[in-house]
């Protein structure tokens, strides 16, 4: 706007767009100083910055909890879950840069004046909790990414030892039912080495007696009581074999199937160790490694970002914004036919109210009210002429009106 004593800044387009966040009046702006220009403008910076740190906070948090658990010292990035992360981030973003949009916009001014009064703190609580919210959702997905590698080594080591725990346990579990299988088996053996034993204790005296270490050499009558006791013996020995032989099988079988089992037990161990990466177990960590007070420092810090435009606006003095603004409202309900008296009467309670008077649809109301008016007139007089008119028939045809008795 083109002035003799001054002359508006023209604003860029990004300043135009920080406007816009900040949910101020452009054209007010165009027209107002060029301090309020830059005011409002980096209020929607702030607003800006806020829906960007949200995307990322958002983006991050998501990939944390649905990306595919391993190491936590792998390091792979997971692309699907990157691209949902993303389109995630983006949404998030925005909803919260609608809603602090939606906080600035609606915080006033309150008095008018820099100090910030009892009463513009209590109206605004309402505002300060969501930024509370808010900042609070955005500060701990930041937080444990600026951890990451401590945090990162820390959950190797918690999964490498819940992992051994978790082995301990499911070996534990699985003792008892091998120590039964083995003592089978044991058992079997045992006996089936027994006979092995007699059988070679057999040939031993056979293979003597033959070579006359028990009397006369040769193939005498003992050596022949001894060959019918080793061959007796190695009969034994098969049919010991053909008796236990589907019951070695079945015991073998059910231990190959039971390592097989205990090797799926363990490995299941190892998903189960490496799901110990959860956003929640990583914001316990952070919260661990920084302390109570770096990470109250953390999170004052996005307090503080998120909190500045509501404090900010209560802060402000009125400049030439709010007067035009005032002005413009003004026009606009002098335009429309509204009429506002301030405190114009007390209620019951003794608060002061304003009266609304609204030209235009008292002016509806007026007319509304004179044409039903004029429609009831001339009904009375439609039926007063017609009642005349009648009166005329009935004195001109008698007759016609008197029936007969």
């Known amino acids: 706007m ?112 820099e100090a910030i009064t009892w009463g513009e703190f209590v109206n605004s609580i309402p505002r300060i909790i969501m930024g509370l919210v808010i900042a609070i959702t955005i500060s701990k997905p930041m937080e444990i990414r600026m951890f990451k590698s401590e945090i990162d080594a820390e959950l190797h080591q918690a999964q490498l030892e819940n992992r051994k725990v978790y082995e301990e346990k499911t070996k534990a579990n699985y003792e008892e039912r091998f120590k039964t299988i083995n003592e089978d088996i044991t058992k079997i053996d045992t006996d089936r080495k027994g006979l092995i034993e007699r ?116 802060m402000l003095i009125k400049s030439p914004y709010d007067f035009i603004g005032d002005n413009i409202k003004e026009l606009i309900k002098a335009e429309e036919g509204i009429q506002i008296k301030y405190d114009y009467y007390k209620d019951k309670q003794g608060q002061e109210r304003s009266l609304i008077i609204s030209h235009k649809a008292k002016q509806k109301i007026d007319e509304k009210i004179a044409l039903m008016k004029a429609q009831t007139e001339l009904s009375d007089y439609i039926i007063e002429r017609w009642k005349e008119k009648e009166k005329e028939n009935i004195d001109a045809n008698l007759n016609n009106y008197i029936s007969e008795a």
């Open 199 to 314: 059988i070679k204790k057999a040939e031993q005296e056979y293979t003597l007696q033959l070579q006359g270490k028990y009397g006369t050499a040769g193939n005498g009558p003992l050596s022949k009581a001894l060959k019918a006791q080793m061959d007796k013996l190695e009969q034994d020995l098969a049919v010991y074999d053909g008796e236990h032989k589907e019951e070695l099988e079945r015991l073998t079988t059910n231990r190959l199937n039971l390592i097989t089992e205990l090797d799926k037990e363990l490995a299941k161990n190892e998903e189960v160790a490496s799901g110990l990466d959860g956003l929640l177990e990583r914001i316990k960590l952070a919260h661990k490694i920084a302390g109570a007070w770096i990470t109250f420092f953390i999170t004052l810090l996005f307090v503080v970002i998120e909190l500045t435009p509501i404090f900010f606006k209560m």
């Open 2 to 113: 083109e002035r003799a004593y001054y002359e508006s800044p023209k604003p860029s387009k990004i300043m135009q767009l920080l406007w816009k966040a900040a949910g101020s009046d452009g054209y007010i702006l165009r027209r107002s100083t060029y301090s309020d220009q830059v005011k409002y403008a980096c209020l929607g910076g702030i607003v800006v910055a806020t829906g960007f740190m949200a995307a990322i906070a958002g983006g991050y948090a998501i990939y944390t909890i649905f990306e595919p658990k391993g190491s936590a010292l792998d390091g792979v990035t997971h692309v699907p879950t990157a691209i949902m992360a993303c389109v995630f981030g983006v949404i998030w973003g925005l909803i919260i840069f609608n809603i602090d949009r939606f906080i600035v916009a609606a915080t006033g001014k309150g008095d008018g004046t």
